[in-house]
């Protein structure tokens, strides 16, 4: 009977370790290298970033609100860059209460001078490193396939028995 509640409590464990933590506010659907743009500007940018050949998506946005919540997605996702030529306050508002966002947030002005070194300078931010991207889903496989390896030991050995 203990061998029984063992296997549950072990398969149980297992599930909860197997899966992975979802994001209270959603996923994130942008790009990793973004401009933050709204509708006086956004046409201006997209023509800037497609004449220099710059692989940067350009965002509408039709709210403060969403503006921030792309910045809550750059805290938590290391390699997110993003150029704000819209919304500045907002975004210097954010950057104020995250300062740790400075080295990866730019904040310039929507004439096509400031757009063209904005981008540029996106391009040149180096992000964070992906060594450590393989390591935690390996860690994690490891002690799944341990456990699990413990129970079917033992469920053998039981029956053998």
């Given amino acids: 009977m203990k061998l029984k509640y063992f296997i549950l409590l072990s398969v149980v464990l297992g599930l909860f370790l197997g899966v992975s933590s979802v994001s ?22 997209k023509s800037i970033v497609d004449d220099n050949g710059f692989d940067i ?4 946005f039709v709210s403060e609100g969403d503006v921030e ?12 860059r993003i150029l704000a030529i819209a919304y500045q306050g ?3 508002d954010y950057l104020n209460e995250h300062p740790e966002l400075k080295n990866r947030v730019i904040v310039g002005d929507d004439d096509n001078e ?5 981008a540029k ?14 390591i935690m889903p390996l860690g994690v ?8 390896g413990l129970i079917c030991g033992v469920f053998i050995m039981k029956r053998k028995s």
């Avoid at 942008?30 to 956004?42: H, L, Q, V, Y």
């Avoid at 400031?114 to 904005?118: E, H, L, P, T, V």
């Fill in 114 to 118: 400031s757009i063209a070194n904005g």
């Fill in 24 to 45: 209270a506010h959603g996923a994130d659907l942008t790009e990793d290298t973004m401009i933050i743009a709204n509708e006086s500007n956004g046409i201006l940018a």
């Fill in 141 to 148: 496989g490891l002690v799944i396939g341990v456990i699990i």
């Fill in 90 to 92: 907002t975004v210097n």
């Fill in 69 to 80: 919540h792309q910045l809550e997605h750059a805290l938590t996702n290391p390699n997110k």
């Fill in 121 to 134: 300078q996106l391009l040149l931010i180096n992000v964070g490193s992906s060594s450590n991207d393989f």
């Fill in 57 to 60: 998506k350009v965002y509408k």
